[in-house]
């Protein structure tokens, strides 16, 4: 187990014990298994076998007796649970969303925006540029209330290598797309990995990065995070790195680091020697397409399409087959969400922008005043059903932009 354990201002590392209190009774004192991330910050990490039975870690200063702190071990054991999912099941591929968000599906959207232009989706025909309009202005507005707050719902916290992390069903090269050996992270013992220029050929799937024939350890150096890792959920903007778990960490004492964001990546400094950091970053906005799946066509990874069975679009996660349509596998397709607290406003909005369009045949000047006068209300009406989102959360306690993440006391409301 590691217990990360604030001591006070000046504490040095040499003179940090610790005991196990254990049935009540306390046990005799120790000093292995401390470190101490950054000599300028009184903050210990104990990596420890608690013994059977323990009550609570006792860590104090062997110079100063009133210098001590509990470790909170229960509470440590108990939120620790099942491991964060670094690395997901091989068989199947990361949700692309939280589980647990509210979503309507992209269909039941077209059809509240042709209804507001009097078109009924089920019975009257339009054409195909009718659809594409109303997709793209769909994309439009998802895009700008995606980006208009910090919603917890599309923000999430994960525990993330600088490299790819190894499973036993992933493709290793000598020689990958950017002509190097690829890199890798082995959770089993924290030790990053590439592999070897001159290896007889590309390691068999499965092989072990501990096999001295097809890799080799390497010293991390650049220290960057691709925003879409393989096997990860991808990331979108990047808010947020911290050296631990900003929500469990002794009094939330949690170092946030320095990067640099790119269009592909994130690249920490400062960032220490740890192996692994913990990301707060918000999910990648969602885009649509109303071009329906097609049997027998062939897609290549990132291609969207449009499912009607479902109502839903669906992004290729790689080339599928033929006879596998997007709802029956996640490992070759993904969901694209449209959650639930931007319908009201993408329907509202996307209708004032059907009608902002320019008709070049008509004429009417009484007729143009009446659409924009429309659009106005419209656009009036999506606002407030944007702004209504953010005024719960702002009750609940919520600060704009990136508060409650601030250098150490992230819990607190700026």
Not at 18 to 35: D, K, N, P
Not at 377 to 384: K, L, S
Not at 401 to 410: A, D
Request: charged share 20%; net charge negative; aromatic share 12%.
């Amino acid at each position: 187990m590691i217990l990360t354990i604030p001591m006070q201002p000046g504490t040095v590392l040499a003179n940090v014990r610790y005991y196990w209190i254990v049935g009540g009774i306390a046990q005799s004192t120790l000093s292995s298994g401390v470190t101490q991330p950054d000599n300028t910050f009184p903050l210990f990490v104990f990596t420890v076998i608690p013994p059977d039975n323990a009550d609570e870690i006792i860590v104090f200063d062997a110079t100063e007796p009133r210098n001590w702190n509990v470790g909170q071990y229960k509470n440590a054991l108990a939120a620790e649970g099942p491991p964060p999912p670094i690395v997901p099941p091989p068989v199947s591929v990361p949700p692309f969303f939280p589980p647990t968000l509210r979503t309507v599906t992209f269909r039941s959207v077209v059809d509240s925006i042709l209804r507001r232009h009097q078109i009924n989706p089920q019975g009257d025909r339009f054409n195909y540029d009718t659809l594409r309009a109303v997709t793209e202005h769909i994309n439009t507005r998802v895009r700008t209330a995606w980006n208009f707050w910090e919603w917890p719902q599309l923000t999430m916290l994960q525990h993330r290598a600088f490299r790819t992390v190894w499973i036993d069903t992933l493709q290793f090269q000598r020689v990958n797309s950017e002509s190097v050996p690829d890199e890798l992270y082995y959770p089993a013992d924290g030790n990053y990995y590439r592999v070897k220029a001159a290896a007889p050929a590309d390691p068999p799937v499965g092989t072990l990065p501990t096999n001295t024939t097809y890799f080799e350890t390497f010293a991390l150096v650049d220290r960057y995070i691709l925003l879409e890792q393989a096997n990860q959920t991808p990331m979108g903007e990047v808010i947020a790195v911290f050296d631990t778990d900003p929500r469990v960490s002794q009094y939330h004492y949690a170092h946030k680091i320095p990067f640099h964001p790119t269009e592909r990546e994130v690249t920490t400094v400062c960032v220490g020697t740890g192996a692994m950091v913990w990301v707060v970053f918000r999910l990648p906005y969602s885009v649509f397409t109303g071009v329906p799946w097609v049997q027998g066509k062939a897609y290549i990874r990132g291609d969207l399409v449009y499912y009607p069975p479902s109502g839903e679009c669906y992004k290729a996660l790689a080339g599928t087959l033929v006879s596998d349509p997007p709802p029956v596998s996640n490992v070759t397709w993904a969901r694209v969400p449209l959650p639930e607290i931007f319908s009201s406003y993408v329907t509202a909005g996307s209708y004032a922008d059907g009608l902002s369009e320019t008709d070049a045949q008509e004429k009417d000047p009484v007729v143009l005043q009446v659409r924009n006068t429309k659009a106005q209300i419209a656009n009036a009406e999506a606002d407030t059903y944007l702004q209504q989102e953010v005024d719960r959360l702002v009750v609940e306690g919520q600060v704009y932009r990136y508060g409650k993440f601030s250098p150490v006391e992230w819990w607190r409301a700026a």
